[in-house]
């Protein structure tokens, strides 16, 4: 039967709950049943929470959504990616790519995922539709088999960070057509086809950056004798961070691929402006004598010399010609002619 909008939820703000078997098969929890223990001894349950929903702070001090304190802390309003161990629990924030009500998912993470694990719970939630739980959750629906909470989180980050390398592989195919069209000579003084590649690239590796902070935070308490954490949350840290880290290194080569073709583009444009400037001292040089020479006829003076001869335009124009072959010849003896900047 659907549910109403009057219907009472077992946990105020549940969007949806799964229950893993021991052998890692989902099923789907239905609206109103009862809602297993969090500390069921076969399997494990993944609960997904709205932290918009006014009521859920009462969950979070009934326990209900991990230890009270570790719940609190991870579920606030603080958007930073962080990582709270507590025992053998522990909680994060992680980035994620948001859901608009089209179903369109942004190009960047800039959501959100909080997240409690426990030995036999997963408890996550969001603020603004996200992309990462709904993809986790359709594909154990299908048929994937997660054995444990650790595995679930490794899906949630595994489809942040394919979505990420997914960008930049599309980042890194624009900087090759745009490299080749400098290297062709074709557009090679336009530089804003780089400017929203660099601004992306450099937003991107913001995020990838936070995401390895608190993967490498984790694996740093999963090593510290103190904690409790289990063995699959250590396996699941080292795998999560070596691809992280692949990945932080890729998008550091994309922002300086980006950066290199800008510097590339200021120097050829450089060399552009050189040329054209060097051209118009040349040519100012060789019309600066015949200017002097009019100057000096134009004059309105008595006595000006060649003022009463006939042929005195031609002569003038003759001593204006021979200044500028004059000069050019000087320039050439210079070997100014032959420099280019």
């Known amino acids: 039967m659907p549910r109403l909008l009057t219907d009472e939820a077992v946990l105020p703000g549940l969007i949806f709950g799964l229950h893993f078997d021991g052998r890692g098969r989902a099923s789907l929890l239905e609206p109103g049943a009862d809602l297993p223990p969090l500390d069921a001894a076969a399997g494990f349950v993944w609960l997904h929470v709205d932290l918009v929903d006014a009521r859920l702070h009462g969950s ?15 579920f606030a309003r603080d958007g930073h990616q962080r990582v709270v161990v507590d025992g053998a629990a522990f909680g994060l924030v992680v980035a994620d790519r948001e859901r608009d009500f089209a179903g369109a998912l942004s190009d960047e993470p800039t959501g959100r995922l909080h997240c409690v694990l426990g030995q036999g719970y997963l408890v996550s939630g969001r603020r603004h539709a996200t992309a990462c739980a709904e993809a986790a959750r359709d594909a154990a629906l299908a048929g994937l088999t997660v054995t444990s909470p650790a595995r679930l989180l490794e899906l949630f980050v595994g489809h942040v960070v394919q979505a990420m390398e997914a960008g930049a592989v599309r980042m890194s ?66 795998r999560v961070v070596q691809r992280i880290d692949s990945l932080d290194r890729d ?91």
Request: glycine residues 12%; charged residues 25%.
């Open 173 to 238: 195919e624009e900087l090759d057509a745009i490299e080749d069209r400098i290297l062709d000579g074709a557009g090679a003084d336009d530089t804003g086809p780089l400017a929203p590649i660099r601004r992306r690239a450099v937003r991107l590796r913001r995020q990838v950056a936070g995401l390895g902070a608190v993967f490498h935070r984790l694996e740093a308490e999963t090593d510290d004798d103190g904690d409790a954490l289990p063995e699959a949350v250590m396996t699941m840290a080292a």
């Open 60 to 74: 979070v001090e009934a326990g209900r959504l991990g230890p009270p304190r570790l719940a609190a802390a991870i």
């Open 251 to 341: 998008m550091g080569v994309l922002a300086e691929r980006s950066r290199l073709l800008q510097d590339e583009i200021a120097g050829r444009t450089a060399a552009q402006t050189n040329r054209q400037l060097f051209t118009l001292s040349i040519l100012t040089s060789l019309f600066l004598p015949p200017t002097l020479v009019t100057g000096v006829f134009g004059m309105n003076s008595k006595g000006l010399f060649l003022a009463d001869f006939e042929n005195g335009s031609t002569i003038a124009l003759g001593i204006g010609a021979l200044s500028s072959l004059a000069v050019f010849l000087v320039i050439r003896r210079l070997g100014v002619a032959g420099r280019r900047g």
